[in-house]
C-alpha cells in the first residue's frame, strides 16, 4: 500500500507545481491599478518612460497615452488621472499595447496624428522617417486609434493617416 500512496503523493505534488503561477509578471497584471509611473511595478522597472501626452478630448477628461520603451521593446499605455497627490497626478492603467520591432528608421507618434488632413488625438502611428526634415510623415506602416469607451486600442486602416513632425522647425534634425 506505501508504493501507491508515495507515487500518489508525488502526482499531486507535480500537478500542483506546474498548476501554480510562477511565471513573471505580465504587463495586463496591472490594469485599474494606480500608480505615478509605470516604472513601480517589477515588469516595468527597467523601461524608460519616453514621453506621454494627455489626450485632448472635450467630452472625456483626464485620459493620456503614455509610452515606456527597454531595447526594441516599447509599451503604450492607456491612462486616466484619477487624482493628485502632493500636486502629482495617479494615474489608473486602462490598458497597454506592446508594439515591437520598430527599425532605426522609423518612429511611434501619438498626439499629431492626422486622419484625411485633421488632428485625431486619438490615433497612434508608426511611420517610416524618410526625410528627418519633413514637415508631414507620410509613410505610415501601422495606425491604431484608442477607444476611452471601451479602453481598447484598435488597429485602423492607414489610408488618409499622416503625422505632423513635432520637431520640423526646431533644429532638431
Not at 486602462?94 to 499629431?112: K, M, P, R, T
Not at 524618410?130 to 486609434?145: M, S
Not at 476611452?148 to 532638431?172: A, H, K, M
Request: glycine share 6%; proline share 4%.
Amino acid at each position: 500500500m506505501k508504493p501507491k500512496l508515495n507515487y500518489l503523493g508525488i502526482v499531486i505534488t507535480l500537478f500542483l507545481l506546474t498548476n501554480c503561477n510562477f511565471s513573471k509578471p505580465k504587463p495586463t497584471d496591472y490594469i485599474g491599478k494606480e500608480y505615478k509611473t509605470l516604472k513601480e511595478f517589477e515588469y516595468f522597472k527597467d523601461f524608460e518612460e519616453k514621453y506621454g501626452i494627455v489626450l485632448d478630448l472635450p467630452e472625456q477628461e483626464g485620459y493620456s497615452l503614455a509610452m515606456y520603451q527597454k531595447e526594441t521593446l516599447i509599451f503604450v499605455a492607456l491612462e486616466k488621472t484619477v487624482r493628485h497627490v502632493g500636486g502629482s497626478p495617479i494615474f489608473q492603467l486602462l490598458n497597454v499595447i506592446e508594439i515591437e520591432g520598430i527599425e532605426s528608421d522609423q518612429a511611434i507618434n501619438f498626439g499629431s496624428c492626422r486622419m484625411n488632413g485633421e488632428i485625431d488625438p486619438t490615433i497612434f502611428a508608426i511611420y517610416n522617417i524618410d526625410d528627418p526634415n519633413a514637415y508631414i510623415f507620410k509613410k505610415i506602416l501601422r495606425a491604431w486609434r484608442v477607444n476611452v469607451d471601451s479602453s481598447q486600442f484598435e488597429q485602423i486602416d492607414i489610408q488618409g493617416i499622416d503625422c505632423i513632425n513635432e520637431e520640423y522647425g526646431y533644429g532638431v534634425n
